[in-house]
């Protein structure tokens, strides 16, 4: 005998029967609305609503403490013609695609390692994820000194291991200054890819792995044909966030370089910050803060088609 | 066990409390009884400790109001300030520095008649301080000292290369960093994105080359000039001769760190890393001096930081506010105010020129003689959005920074020119 679905739902009040509060909260409808409603006042309140002001802000000439004026795109326009808004474009481009590459490959070593049998697993897997755990502002701090060229760990390390003569400048070099960055980017970021692509590779099943060496395949190849295309939606998914999250990025970069030297690791949202806080400009602020926008939105867009067909 | 009639009596009672004094303010009856002032945590930690625990209780006891202090984190005030404007809340009272009483003119009470009492109580004002605090011929702003940054230097690594007394000239300080560079010694100017240290000695040594940024008009760049270009010249050569590559990176804490560190003989800072020395690192404190910006072939200039308290507009109780600024710019206050910070600020007021603060400790005389050739950033133009944009932008910072890194003059100059021009909307 077939077995349908089975409705947790009341049904609908019999017409002429009082609604009591209790028959109205058994009602599926009113009650998981009434579940998602503070998840969406929330998301109102705090991403929506500045995410409009935003590009309320963004088409005025507002500058702190003072009435807005509208210019439409005015803003827009002053930045296409300014040279340090294109050093900053290219500067925030670098650093998000090799932070991303880095950390989807360093994250995905670091999940097949884990996802291993050793002794002290649980142990690893802890201090794996600490650079993810210590708040950036910390970490960033302990970053300060390591690459300090004076006191710099690293340095000492190449300078007594008889690498190099003389320290580097890790944050004075404009090339080795936005190196320095992607480095601790990745250093905090790839515990996130790890950890999330663990989760998706205790999903697949031994049979899968065995069914593979039965007919012969290699190593590289069951990553191939077996790993990676099961955890593939896992793996789209957290480098969408970890790219969204990437182009946010600002804690790091304004303690250890603040945008300097001349400008080589200046990124939307430390631009931003700098024009809209210490310039006061408030709608050119929101300008530079949303001309991430479009790359994002083509990212996202992209990445959710392409996850729907698979 | 408690009812749950007795609770519900106990909780109305409790929320009647709290907002009694909210409702009676709102209908104009209530007396004020709390001010707060917001400033940026001072360096000297007996300047904060001395309004907290000694002015406000004081004050409190006089007129039964408390008075708070919130206290920022350095480099935070411009933001909690631009917050404040912006929701209209939160102190009543707020520090300021830079140009700031001009960026927030808006939301800043009119203090002439406070500032006007004050200085004809202690001696009238110097005259440069009202080029930041003075908006629109209305003091937007008390000052009580200013933050000198001038250069901090290693009395005895210098005797080491034969030059006893701080050089003069920016050619002869290039010429001892030379020698101290090849003693292992090299020199540690900030020519990173920090707040303070960079500008501090960058726009004194463009003015000192007779180069300008833009005319008072606010309208006429003037950054293209063959004095830039001998100020960048020389900005080259002394950071190529005399520095390493790591302070073009450098934020406000590195050359503190450097210096105490002993990696650096000379840079420039406020007193901050002389008054760090002594509590800390006392050997160090005992070799450590303070001298002059040198001179250009234009003269000597530094960098005007005036620390001064608003107040803002919309404050419940105006006249409550400005009693409390009155009462604390009286002598009585001030003078043991200042003599708490240990001369870190050197004030605005000719009354206290020659105040026993400066007595304890010559070192920090510099700061006080400084003030007679100290000038605005984006000096001589107009303060305002436009200055602030420029410093926000590090214009001036970024044209030296990519001229040491090798950049040509012409070519440093252009974009610094084309910058300007995009802020000042000049042709």
Not at chain 2, 82 to 104: D, H
Not at chain 2, 135 to 143: D, E, H, L, S
Not at chain 2, 170 to 177: F, P, Q, S, T, V
Not at chain 2, 281 to 288: A, L, N, R, S, Y
Request: charged content about 15%; some cysteine; overall charge positive.
């Amino acid at each position: 005998m077939a077995v349908g679905p089975v409705t947790i739902a009341r049904p609908a009040p019999v017409e002429g029967r009082p609604v009591t509060l209790r028959g109205l909260l058994e009602r599926e409808g009113v009650f998981s609305w009434l579940m998602l409603a503070p998840g969406i006042l929330f998301l109102l309140a705090f991403v929506a609503y500045p995410f409009f002001y935003g590009i309320y802000l963004s088409l005025l000439e507002r500058r702190v403490a003072t009435p807005g004026i509208f210019v439409g795109l005015a803003n827009f326009r002053t930045l296409a013609h300014d040279a340090v808004f294109w050093q900053v474009t290219g500067n925030t481009f670098k650093y998000v695609a090799l932070t991303t590459v880095f950390k989807l490959t360093g994250g995905l070593g670091m999940a097949l390692v884990m996802n291993q049998h050793f002794r002290g697993k649980n142990l690893v897997r802890a201090a794996l994820l600490l650079p993810f755990i210590v708040p950036t502002a910390l970490s960033t701090v302990a970053w300060m000194w390591i690459l300090d060229p004076t006191f710099s760990i690293v340095n000492w390390l190449l300078v007594h291991g008889g690498v190099i003569t003389s320290g580097y400048s890790w944050l004075g070099n404009a090339s080795l200054a936005m190196w320095s960055l992607i480095v601790v980017n990745t250093w905090r970021g790839m515990p996130f890819y790890g950890i999330t692509l663990l989760a998706g590779l205790q999903t697949i099943s031994p049979d899968l792995y065995e069914a593979a060496a039965i007919d012969g395949a290699t190593t590289a190849q069951r990553f191939l044909y077996v790993t990676l295309p099961v955890i593939k939606p896992v793996l789209i998914i957290v480098t969408m966030f970890s790219v969204i999250f990437t182009f946010g990025d600002f804690q790091l970069i304004y303690a250890l370089t603040h945008g300097g030297p001349a400008n080589a690791t200046h990124v939307f949202s430390t631009w931003a910050f700098d024009i809209g806080m210490s310039a006061g400009l408030l709608g050119m602020g929101a300008a530079v803060a949303l001309a991430m926008l479009p790359a994002l939105a083509v990212l996202i867009v992209g990445l959710t088609i392409y996850l729907r067909r698979e | 066990m408690t009812t749950r009639r007795e609770f519900l009596t106990v909780s109305l009672a409790a929320t009647s409390a709290a907002l009694a004094p909210r409702l009676a303010g709102a209908a104009g009856k209530a007396t004020t009884k709390t001010l707060t002032t917001v400033r940026e945590s001072s360096f000297i930690k007996a300047f904060d400790d001395f309004f907290v625990k000694t002015l406000a209780p004081e004050y409190e006891k006089l007129t039964g109001i408390k008075v708070g202090y919130e206290a920022v984190s350095v480099g935070g005030m411009l933001t909690r300030l631009t917050t404040m404007a912006e929701t209209k809340s939160g102190p009543e009272i707020t520090g300021t520095g830079l140009n700031w009483p001009y960026l927030f003119d808006n939301v800043l009470v009119d203090v002439s008649d406070v500032a006007g009492e004050v200085g004809k109580k202690l001696g009238g004002w110097h005259e440069i301080v009202q080029d930041v605090v003075v908006v629109n011929k209305k003091w937007k702003a008390i000052p009580w000292g200013n933050i000198g940054q001038l250069e901090v230097y290693r009395t005895d690594w210098f005797k080491e290369v034969g030059v006893t007394k701080f050089p003069e000239t920016w050619e002869d300080l290039l010429a001892a960093g030379r020698l101290l560079k090849k003693k292992g010694h090299p020199f540690g100017f900030e020519i990173g994105h920090g707040f303070g240290d960079n500008h501090g000695w960058m726009y004194p040594l463009l003015w000192s080359y007779g180069g300008r940024e833009v005319d008072k008009d606010g309208k006429t760049v003037l950054i293209d000039s063959s004095e830039t270009a001998k100020a960048v010249d020389f900005c080259r050569k002394f950071y190529q001769e005399t520095m390493f590559e790591d302070v073009l990176g450098w934020t406000d804490v590195n050359n503190n760190k450097a210096f105490l560190g002993e990696q650096i003989s000379c840079t420039n800072n406020a007193s901050s890393i002389l008054v760090v020395a002594k509590r800390d690192f006392p050997e160090i404190g005992k070799v450590t001096d303070h001298a002059l910006n040198p001179q250009g072939p234009k003269g000597r200039y530094h960098l005007l930081n005036a620390q001064s308290l608003a107040l803002l507009s919309y404050a419940p109780d105006q006249a409550a506010a400005k009693a409390f600024l009155r009462w604390l710019y009286d002598d009585k206050q001030m003078s043991r105010w200042l003599a708490a910070g240990d001369a870190y600020y050197a004030p605005f007021l000719h009354g206290y020129d020659n105040h026993p603060m400066w007595q304890p400790e010559p070192r920090y005389m510099p700061f006080k003689e400084s003030l007679k050739t100290s000038r605005p950033h984006t000096w001589p133009g107009p303060q305002g959005t436009a200055a602030s944009e420029s410093v926000a932008k590090y214009v001036l910072v970024d044209m030296f920074a990519k001229a040491c890194r090798g950049d040509s003059t012409k070519d440093v100059i252009a974009t610094a020119a084309a910058q300007l021009k995009q802020i000042y909307k000049a042709k």
